[in-house]
């Protein structure tokens, strides 16, 4: 709905108003002087309909009787500019007039994004962030000896026609070791040589999710067959042998995780629901009923602590993991949430979806420090009539804090713990589904649409 910044800019230049830059940007010299043009008549000393008056600073930070409408740092989330720019010309404001300029809207855009400063010698409202990347001993306790594979049950698999799409892949955190999600089984494949290192049997159907252990130890393997079943089964990965299975759904399990003390597993799918077994019992703790559309990514956090979950329709929520308790929602994406992952301290947590958005959340107060609305660029697929494909399908993290995703721009990019791309992989023939990055960070894995498995070495060397 909301046109970006750059556009706002090139229109902003267009129309003769000198450029003002986004820290200058304030209440008395730029914004009243367009709320006296716009707005002060309806919402100002004479009359505030909606008891909202724009005509002082505070008035604007103080908002009208249905709350704020202002939020420093956040434009698209804050009233006023969703109103100014709202496409509907019935609900837009100022009401049956045109839109505001371009130009005009750049600076209230700026204004808020910039803090919501009074003057220019007031302070940003926006508050400072130390998001240094400072690993936790709890963020995945590293054993003595890595643990891979010993000699596991043959496994016979029925013939295919073609591959199933890798729909996801995981790779162990201290060790070299990749899991690659295959119909009715998961494969197991040694890094250094990169050759097979085994199967585990997965006769519940398609693995949608797999996660190893913070460990290690232990493989998640999340899925099922559609409208039948849907399970979630723990693996030891040395011995492969079968742990425990939670949940018992009515169709497949498409996002699941396993918790950094392994005591819990929380899955969701179509129903709508997040569920939170007790993996030593198989009993349910709790169920999430807050979601409006199909549960599509959920994760644990690090530490323990928090429990993030996403949906289809863009919502996104942050949950105590041991209860379930509501703590913050966050708000900014505009359609379905593909993946989530934590950073190792637990301090950030990373989102992509459908829209295009990369976002690092700030998970203290619930704010992005970092946004990534192109990193993906859009691209028009063959054979789909004009149809622009802008989605980012997966995201992970490594020990160092870099993130690594996958687009239908049929790249995956690999980002440093500031955000800044370091390097980007082209697929061909397919489109990437899935990403990880190896134990020592070298290697980026992706599987891809023709079920096929990537490798690429990582550039010691950042990209300009």
Known sequence: MLRPLRILLTALISTGVTAVAEESVNYEEHIKPIFREHCLKCHGDDEQKADLNLQTHAGALKGGSGGAVVVAGRASQSLLFQSITDPDDDARMPPKKPMIPQA?????????????????????????????FKPVANAGAKPTEPIMPGALPELKLPPMKRPLPVLSLDASPWAPLAAVAGLDHVRLVNLESREDAGLLPFPEGEPHWLRFSRDGAVLMAAGGRPVELGKVVLFDVKSGKRLTSVGDEVDAVLAADLSADQTSVALGGTGKLVKVYDTATGKLRYKIE????????????????????????GGLHLWEAASGRPLLSLNEHKASVRAL??????????????????IWWDVKDGWPAITKADAHPPVRPPGSHGKIANGVLAARFDHEGRLCTAGRDQKIRLWDAGGKEIQSFDITGGQPLSVALSHDGKTVIGGDTAGQVHFWEVNATPKN
């Open 104 to 132: 005009q809207i750049a600076l209230i855009q700026k204004w808020i994004d910039s803090g919501l400063r009074e003057t220019s010698a007031s302070a940003s409202m926006v508050a400072e962030r130390d998001l240094s």
């Open 341 to 358: 992952d934590w950073r190792a301290d637990s301090k950030l947590l990373a989102s992509v979806g459908e829209d295009g958005l990369i």
């Open 290 to 313: 807050k979601h409006t559309d199909w549960i599509m990514a959920v994760a644990f956090s690090p530490d323990g602590r928090t429990l993030a979950t996403a949906d289809r329709a």
